[in-house]
């Protein structure tokens, strides 16, 4: 089974609006976190949002959010407000078994979800 | 702000070929990563570095690949002998741990596309 599925290869939305990128996760661990990453045609990988296991209210940075719904093991983005410099590919991403050691546990990333935002 | 960089941005080789693609992590984080990603496919780990040592690899990390913190600021990803599977962006990632309620996240460089040909 896939640990990260992101089920949106690509996504539009008209500028100014909302958009939800959607993320689901299977882990079996109590304690994991949860990340999105956007990649813009450039190619860099940038670090949006995080979201712990057992954070009870949900994350935000600024236009970013991240719906949270534990019992359904989702963790979806939401992109308020959309800009035309949001283009770019999104991807959610989960470290497990981060109790285990001090840190440093790998990242499983999902497919992406390409988002073009539109005048 | 501090970042994460990698040097060089290109890299193109023969197969067959050694590469050494480096990079230098934010200065105060005691985890050092590798990834890659084959264009258009997600990314995938490679291994993580800790205390100078390896603490995880996957299986792509096999013993044509090897890691080294050659001083106290560089960290570097070997490959001894490219395949032409091995072209892809490999990015390097670093994080501060989970030290006094930090979060661990790891913040990216801007990646290595390497071609072999």
């Known amino acids: 089974a896939q640990k990260i599925t992101q089920t949106q290869p690509g996504m539009f939305v008209q500028e100014k609006e909302a958009v939800t990128l959607d993320c689901t996760y299977d882990?079996?661990?109590?304690?994991?976190?949860l990340f999105w990453y956007k990649q813009p045609s450039s190619g860099e990988m940038i670090f949006l949002i995080y979201?712990?296991?057992?954070?009870?209210q949900n994350a935000t940075e600024g236009r970013y959010s991240l719906n949270f719904q534990k019992a359904r093991k989702s963790a979806n983005l939401v992109i308020s407000a959309s800009q035309l410099g949001d283009s770019a590919m999104y991807f959610c991403?989960?470290?497990?078994?981060?109790?285990?050691?001090?840190?440093?546990?790998?990242?499983?990333f999902g497919t992406g979800t390409q988002l073009k935002v539109e005048l | 702000e501090p970042e994460v960089t990698q040097t060089p941005s290109h890299q193109v080789t023969q197969m067959g070929q050694e590469v050494i693609l480096r990079c230098v992590p934010i200065s105060n984080h005691l985890y050092f990563y590798w990834y890659r990603q084959i264009l258009g496919q997600k990314v995938e780990f490679l291994v993580s570095?800790?205390?100078?040592?390896?603490?995880?690899k996957s299986e792509i990390f096999d013993d044509q690949f090897s890691v080294e913190r050659p001083d106290g600021s560089n960290f570097t990803l070997k490959i001894r002998s490219t395949k032409l599977e091995d072209s892809a962006m490999y990015f390097c990632?670093?994080?501060?741990?989970?030290?006094?309620?930090?979060?661990?996240?790891?913040?990216f460089g801007p990646g290595t596309r390497l071609t072999v040909l």
């Open positions: 991403a989960m470290r497990e078994g981060q109790w285990l050691t001090g840190g440093g546990n790998k990242l499983t």
């Open positions: 979201q712990g296991s057992y954070d009870e």
């Open positions: 570095f800790y205390n100078n040592e390896i603490s995880e």
């Open positions: 990632a670093s994080s501060e741990g989970l030290l006094a309620g930090e979060t661990d996240t790891q913040y």
């Open positions: 882990t079996s661990d109590q304690s994991y976190g």
